[in-house]
């Protein structure tokens, strides 16, 4: 059975850091072009981060330079370092990948307020 497992959120505030962690079971991890995705209330569900297999990286506009995707495929584990958050990035956070359908986790929470 494959299980998508976030770690990391918190409370921040603006200008801090925040690692967030997916480890994902009961899949090839090592093949899987991975993606962290964000929700904020009242918004729809947008594309953050993306790594491929090879460690290929895409980034939204909205934290390229900020936000850095990285992968240990050792660990089976997809990471999200976020740098300068602003409140703006308040969401919560998912990992997912596709491989014949959508594959989510359950999500963690990001607030950034002072």
């Known amino acids: 059975q494959v299980q998508l497992v976030e770690s990391g959120g918190g409370l921040v505030q603006p200008g801090g850091s925040l690692r967030l962690s997916c480890v994902v079971s009961?899949?090839?991890?090592?093949?899987?072009?991975m993606h962290w995705y964000r929700q904020a209330p009242g918004k729809q569900r947008e594309l953050v981060a993306g790594?491929?297999?090879?460690?290929?990286?895409n980034y939204a506009d909205s934290v390229k330079d900020r936000f850095t995707i990285s992968r240990d495929n050792a660990k089976n584990t997809v990471y999200l370092q976020m740098n300068s958050l602003k409140p703006e990035d308040t969401a919560v956070y998912y990992c997912?990948?596709?491989?014949?359908?959508?594959?989510w986790g359950q999500g963690t929470q990001v607030t950034v307020s002072s």
């Open positions: 009961g899949s090839i991890f090592s093949t899987r072009t």
């Open positions: 790594i491929t297999s090879n460690g290929n990286t």
């Open positions: 997912h990948y596709w491989f014949v359908r959508d594959y």
